[in-house]
């Protein structure tokens, strides 16, 4: 790998890291990590004047997400061929887990306003899954880079 190409990597990671500290502090401060936060998020409050979201609401959220979540876990896996974690078992669930975890992050808000409350857990799951996988991810690439 050159070193130029080295560089890329590194900058894109950092990047990435930022990417993942505001999606968490978003998250936080728009939804909250409890059950509670975001059942009321999402089917709304009466107590707190908090507005159910309806599925336009949602829809408009979603799409442009779809879009970035896929462009960039695409990259961020893209980079892993130019590694030793190349055609391993462990690269091919690290890909499986990473998209099945943005999908279910993105979608479950639609399971959620359609009645199946079951998908709020499902939906903090996810979230913290995805953003764990693109932290550890983000490392065997550093890792990886660092050691070559």
Do not use: C
């Amino acid at each position: 790998m050159t070193k130029a190409y080295k560089y890329a990597i590194v900058y894109f990671l950092l990047f990435s890291l930022l990417l993942v500290i505001s999606g968490v502090i978003l998250f936080e401060h728009k939804i909250g990590f409890s059950i509670q936060g975001v059942s009321e998020y999402y089917l709304g409050s009466e107590e707190k004047f908090i507005v159910a979201k309806s599925s336009a609401g949602i829809l408009k959220i979603v799409l442009p997400h779809i879009f970035a979540f896929a462009l960039f876990s695409m990259v961020l896996l893209h980079f892993l061929i130019f590694t030793k974690h190349r055609d391993t078992a462990h690269s091919k669930a690290l890909i499986y887990l990473l998209f099945s975890s943005a999908a279910l992050e993105i979608f479950s808000p639609f399971m959620i306003i359609f009645g199946a409350e079951f998908f709020v857990f499902i939906k903090i799951a996810s979230f913290i899954l995805f953003e764990s996988l693109v932290v550890y991810i983000a490392w065997l690439l550093f890792n990886s880079i660092i050691k070559d």
